[in-house]
């Protein structure tokens, strides 16, 4: 697309004030948003409308039929059709989409506040930034002037035993300067990874369809994907019939070795990096 433009190494610092990159890209029709108040508005429009969200409801099965039902510890649910997008939270729930996909885990932390002046001098423009490493980091600044760094990787959806562990020493790497920051707040989430990185999509009924797979990139991409699957349901399968006819490969090695294998790739990958081959 016409928004992108490429920065030379003399030009990074604009952008972010660290030596650790060769050059980079913007992509000036991107920008970056607060997920959370994005998914509470978006909740909240869907009550507006009537719309009735139950949470901590854990599904337990879903039987198929005329009128599907999902069955909950604390009752059921009967519908005329039935989306299922619980991505990376599915389990062994539905085996026929869930051997497809892999939960993996992904860390962020946030420092303390910083000097106002500190911030705006590591990232003057104020954009987000991630790498391109094979395993990336991803930052940006808060509004209260923090610096929010992510990064790492848990493949089979594992948290590490120290969140903190792998991504301080990388932000240190990008951002010296921050060396005796505290971190205030660290967490962790799961995302749902395809082989192909590409969202998988399809039905496993003639009236249940599902979605998942966004690979690290559902903020953006569940938005389309929800609105094709809208569509679907209300009879205008073009697109759907698009995304669907899209092949989802199974990770080698089967439930007992697709993890370490997967472990085993990315850590090629990560010395490739390294090497800077």
Known sequence: HTGLEMVSKAEVGKYVKSDR?????????????????????????????????????????????????????????????????GNAYLGSMLPKITDKMMPVSSQVMATEPLDAKLIEELLPANYCVEDANYVLDYYRRTADNRLLYGGGIGYGGQDPANLTGVIRPNMLKTFPQLANTKIEFAWSGNFALTLTRIPHMGKLADNVYFSHGDSGHGVTTTHLLGKILGEAVAGHSGRYDVWSSLQALPFPGGKTFRVPLTVLGAWWYGMRDKLGV
């Open 21 to 85: 990159y060769v050059g980079g890209m913007i992509d000036r029709l991107g920008g970056h948003i607060h997920p959370l108040n994005l998914v509470l508005g978006e909740a909240a429009a869907v009550e507006s409308l009537g719309g009735k969200i139950f949470e901590n409801s854990r599904v337990t099965g879903v039987d198929m039929g005329a009128n599907p039902v999902v069955r909950t510890a604390r009752g059921s649910v009967k519908a005329k059709y039935v989306l299922v997008c």
